[in-house]
């Protein structure tokens, strides 16, 4: 399983940004999958997670009400639109996949990691 993570970038406070995530060796539509965020100097952390086969969504409560986690399975892409974005969002943000149907809301319980896109979001 090979995932590609994009959309980063440099945004002020209050913007929105989308991130996408490519998956590409696996058709992963009956996966788990998941974004994760590493600020600088900080533990990787979970962000958000949607299943597979009924798109069900979790949230960290960091980013609830204001983060959007989709798929489209279709295209085996991930997506996570970020809406009134603070510098507190500011990280390397990552999609993964445990690789199974497993909702995983911790960063041991993904087995498959994208590289990272950065999001900086200045005040």
């Known amino acids: 399983v090979q995932l590609q993570a994009s959309g980063g970038g440099l945004v002020q406070a209050g913007a929105s940004l989308r991130l996408s995530c490519a998956a590409s060796g696996r058709t992963l539509s009956s996966y788990s999958m998941g974004w994760l965020r590493q600020a600088p100097g900080k533990e990787r952390v979970f962000v958000a997670a949607i299943t597979g086969p009924d798109a069900r969504t979790y949230y960290a409560n960091s980013v609830k009400g204001r983060f959007t986690i989709s798929r489209d399975n279709a295209k085996n892409t991930l997506y996570l639109q970020m809406n009134s974005l603070t510098p507190e969002d500011t990280a390397v943000y990552y999609c993964?996949?445990?690789?199974?149907?497993?909702?995983?809301?911790?960063?041991?319980?993904?087995?498959?990691w994208g590289q990272g896109t950065q999001v900086t979001v200045s005040s």
């Open positions: 993964a996949t445990p690789g199974n149907r497993v909702v995983a809301t911790t960063p041991g319980g993904y087995n498959y």
